[in-house]
T-cell receptor, first 115, second 114 residues
Framework: DAGVTQSPTHLIKTRGQQVTLRCSPK?????VSWYQQALGQGPQFIFQ???????QRGNFPDRFSGHQFPNYSSELNVNALLLGDSALYLC??????????????FGPGTRLTVL | AQSVAQPEDQVNVAEGNPLTVKCTYS??????LFWYVQYPNRGLQFLLK??????LVKGSYGFEAEFNKSQTSFHLKKPSALVSDSALYFC????????????FGRGTSLIVHP
């Protein structure tokens, strides 16, 4: 079992550009959540996808958008990048509709640097 | 609104000694509580969770956590620390109903000295 995979590992962009990050969930998982982890902070919830729809969203602007595909993989898109978007972006998958009590399995993350 | 506090940025302990990493929470209704560990340049790994039942929860790698409702705490413990336990530890909470949004603490860096 490959677990949760994310690509790319690292990414460098300039302000104003757009970026797409990708995530494949753990086999059998149907729910994908995205988090932003700034240096020295805990993960901050961006949004969660279930059945190809955004089910819940954290306090992030509309520049952050996502998508879930029929095979449960997911993309995170960020438009009009700001310096403050530099962070580790984590994808997490979970089972059975992402019930609140199910633990999440995290990928290794994508390190985004905005110059 | 739900929140998590990890009052210690860093915990230092000698190998072989017991360790405690503290976590307190605030949430409406019954809490679902989790501990995760993060090694350098890695994602978070699940250690254990409290949903209901026994207040003492046992998890991976010899870790355990004690749920205390009156003190709204969920401290992580291990009887004998290993150098390999050195990592960043995160406590997280979700409310019982409705929101799927978990709230994570800022993390506590555990350093185990040989």
């Amino acid at each position: 079992d490959a677990g949760v995979t994310q690509s790319p590992t690292h990414l460098i962009k300039t302000r104003g550009q757009q970026v797409t990050l990708r995530c494949s969930p753990k086999s059998g998982h149907d729910t994908v959540s995205w988090y932003q982890q700034a240096l020295g902070q805990g993960p901050q919830f961006i949004f969660q996808y279930y059945e190809e729809e955004e089910r819940q969203r954290g306090n992030f602007p509309d520049r952050f958008s996502g998508h879930q595909f029929p095979n449960y993989s997911s993309e995170l898109n960020v438009n009009a990048l700001l310096l403050g978007d530099s962070a580790l972006y984590l994808c997490a998958s979970s089972l059975a509709g992402g019930n609140s009590y199910n633990e999440q399995f995290f990928g290794p993350g994508t390190r985004l640097t905005v110059l | 609104a739900q929140s998590v506090a990890q009052p210690e940025d860093q915990v230092n302990v000698a190998e072989g000694n017991p360790l405690t990493v503290k976590c307190t929470y605030s949430v409406s209704g019954n809490p679902y509580l989790f501990w995760y560990v993060q090694y350098p340049n890695r994602g978070l790994q699940f250690l254990l969770k409290y949903i209901t039942g026994d207040n003492l929860v046992k998890g991976s790698y010899g870790f355990e956590a004690e749920f205390n409702k009156s003190q709204t705490s969920f401290h992580l413990k291990k009887p004998s620390a290993l150098v390999s336990d050195s990592a960043l530890y995160f406590c997280a909470v979700r409310g019982e109903g409705g929101s799927y949004i978990p709230t994570f603490g800022r993390g506590t860096s555990l350093i185990v000295h040989p």
